[in-house]
């Protein structure tokens, strides 16, 4: 059973810059589908981004130009930079893995921006 860890949540002025983190238990070269969802309070979770093996990356139209995600297999992470954030982009951020019809979401991240 894959886990997904999450980290680098913090509280951040607008117009600053976090960088989040999903650590796999397993080789992410084996789990073709991983994104990052967010989940603001009140609000029903949404995509943030989704990176699929062997395509670019897609990116929700509230965050583009704004996050970059990648993976990186040989640290079997999934990096989600965010840059200048706004206070639009607070919420819990999860990381989610998925291959076939096996799903794994993370216990997710506390990112607070502030204005």
């Known amino acids: 059973q894959v886990q997904l860890v999450e980290s680098g949540g913090d509280l951040v002025q607008a117009g600053g810059s976090l960088r989040l983190s999903c650590a796999s238990s397993?080789?992410?070269?084996?789990?073709?589908?991983l994104s990052w969802y967010r989940q603001a309070p009140g609000k029903q979770r949404e995509l943030v981004a989704t990176?699929?093996?062997?395509?670019?990356?897609d990116y929700a139209d509230s965050v583009k130009g704004r996050f970059t995600v990648s993976r990186d297999n040989a640290k079997n992470t999934l990096p989600l930079q965010m840059n200048s954030l706004k206070p639009e982009d607070t919420g819990i951020y999860y990381c989610?893995?998925?291959?076939?019809?096996?799903?794994?979401w993370g216990q997710g991240t506390q990112v607070t921006v502030s204005s």
């Open positions: 989610y893995g998925r291959a076939g019809d096996r799903e794994v």
């Open positions: 397993r080789t992410i070269y084996t789990i073709p589908v």
């Open positions: 990176v699929i093996v062997g395509d670019e990356p």
